[in-house]
Nanobody, 120 residues
Framework: QVQLVESGGGLVQAGGSLRLSCAAS????????MGWYRQAPGKQRELVAL???????NYADSVKDRFTISRDNTKNTLYLQMNSLKPEDTASYYC??????????????WGQGTLVTVSS
């Protein structure tokens, strides 16, 4: 079973930058699409960015041109570079992965989340 562990969250001033990482561990046949989601207090979880195994990306309009999603398939690690951060980016950020198990089952896995706080 694959587990996802996020890191890199913290407190930053508006206009600053942070880089989140998500390390995948465990055994699977493949780790396919991966993504970052976020959830602010009192709000629903929302998509931030997606990346396919081959590197195709998709972003929420609110983060386009500020955030960059990337992955290193050799290290089974997902990244989110966040620049020009705004107070409205404050949220818990969750890593997500769609995996194919050794028995060819498709599973969706979530990390435990990392908190990003942007002060004004």
């Amino acid at each position: 079973q694959v587990q996802l562990v996020e890191s890199g969250g913290g407190l930053v001033q508006a206009g600053g930058s942070l880089r989140l990482s998500c390390a995948a561990s465990g055994v699977a046949r493949s780790i396919n699409d991966m993504g970052w989601y976020r959830q602010a207090p009192g709000k629903q979880r929302e998509l931030v960015a997606l990346i396919t195994y081959g590197g195709n990306t998709n972003y929420a309009d609110s983060v386009k041109d500020r955030f960059t999603i990337s992955r290193d398939n050799t290290k089974n690690t997902l990244y989110l570079q966040m620049n020009s951060l705004k107070p409205e980016d404050t949220a818990s950020y969750y890593c997500n992965a769609h995996i194919t198990t050794l028995r060819y089952r498709d599973l969706e896995v979530w990390g435990q989340g990392t908190l990003v706080t942007v002060s004004s």
